[in-house]
């Protein structure tokens, strides 16, 4: 496998979807697929599907298709599902919370060490153990211990000057799911999250589907 070779951020984001179909196809005890199969289940062509997985040199036989669970195996390791991440989450709100009950992460490589908040009702809580802490001792924690990402959760205003703090403190991925798209003069990774972008494309189309069913009754 070339990994020198610079891969597209295009080619990148497709990749957790092959590794969640794949991961689907080994519970259904699926062994063995081609490109073809996988394009019609995963609704992309399978030459698309061809240039994808080329990037990172092939893993497909002509004639046999893909091995599942090498290629699995092989996307998790790209990804960095061994990686062990270390994650904490800023605000232990609504979706602070969500996100830290949800246990799947841990299974992606992803795993929650540390939980802060300035809410004096807040701190000393537990979240799966998981204690809550003031935001106060972040910059102990931090020193203490390896973290890779933090989560950011925090109210709309609050948010840049914890991302700052966070950068500042020398953690290198920002997953931030504050309505803004966060950009930080520093050595940073930061994956912007809007879910109501995605709910409003949800609600475009949907007015799209009855508009066409309007014009054809
Ligand atoms: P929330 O009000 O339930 O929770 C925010 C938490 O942040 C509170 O516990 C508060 O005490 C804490 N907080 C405030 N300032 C802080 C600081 N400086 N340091 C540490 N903690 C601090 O809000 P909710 O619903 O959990 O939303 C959190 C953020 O996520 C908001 O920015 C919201 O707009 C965003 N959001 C984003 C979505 C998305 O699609 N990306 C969907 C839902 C919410």
């Not at 005890?29 to 997985?53: F, V, Y």
């Not at 290198?172 to 109501?196: A, C, Q, R, T």
Request: aromatic share 10%.
């Amino acid at each position: 496998m070339n990994l020198d070779k610079k891969i597209s951020m295009a080619v990148i984001r497709r990749l957790p979807r092959y590794y969640r179909y794949l991961s689907d196809l080994l519970k259904l005890g699926i062994t063995r697929i081609s490109s073809k199969e996988l394009s019609s289940r995963m609704g992309i062509t399978a030459s698309q599907i061809r240039q994808d997985l080329n990037c990172f040199g092939g893993f497909g036989q002509q004639g046999y298709g893909y091995n599942v669970e090498y290629l699995y195996k092989e996307i998790g390791n790209i990804l960095g599902v061994n990686e062990a991440f270390k994650i904490i989450i800023i605000g232990a709100g609504n979706m602070g919370q969500a996100l830290a009950n949800y246990t799947n992460f841990e299974k992606r490589g992803f795993k929650l060490i540390g939980i802060f908040d300035i809410n004096p009702n807040l701190i000393g809580k537990k979240i799966r153990d998981v204690e809550i802490m003031h935001l106060d001792s972040l910059d102990r924690f931090v020193a203490e211990n390896q973290v890779d990402i933090a989560i950011l959760c925090v109210p709309y205003e609050n948010t840049p000057a914890v991302a700052d703090k966070v950068a500042r403190l020398g953690v290198k991925g920002l997953w931030n799911f504050s309505p803004m798209d966060l950009k930080l003069p520093y050595d940073v990774i930061i994956e912007n999250v809007h879910l109501s972008d995605s709910l409003m494309v949800l609600g475009y189309r949907l007015n799209e589907m009855r508009k066409s069913q309007r014009n054809k009754s």
